[in-house]
């Protein structure tokens, strides 16, 4: 767990924190190069009240140990 989710899971109130790590497992990191899928939460990031779909972001793939382009997804 980062330093950020820590700090929403310490400080906001519990509703909050609890649709905050929801909303944030709810959206997917989809490797380029494998295809490998992880929700932004378990990548230790925070996504919420978004909307942008099929945005590219740079992310560490855990099955190809690489730095890699990586598309955000919604679940669903």
């Known amino acids: 767990m980062t330093f950020i989710q820590k700090l929403v899971l310490t400080y906001l109130p519990q509703s909050w ?3 905050i790590q929801a909303e944030s ?3 997917l990191l989809r490797c380029s190069t ?4 992880r929700s932004v939460w378990e990548m230790g ?3 919420f009240k978004a909307s ?11 099955q190809c140990a690489q730095n890699r382009k990586m598309t955000l997804e919604r679940k669903g």
């Open 17 to 19: 924190s609890n649709a």
């Open 45 to 47: 990031g925070i996504r």
């Open 52 to 62: 942008s779909v099929g945005k590219m972001v740079w992310g560490r793939c855990p």
């Open 25 to 27: 497992e709810s959206w």
């Open 34 to 37: 494998c295809g490998t899928a």
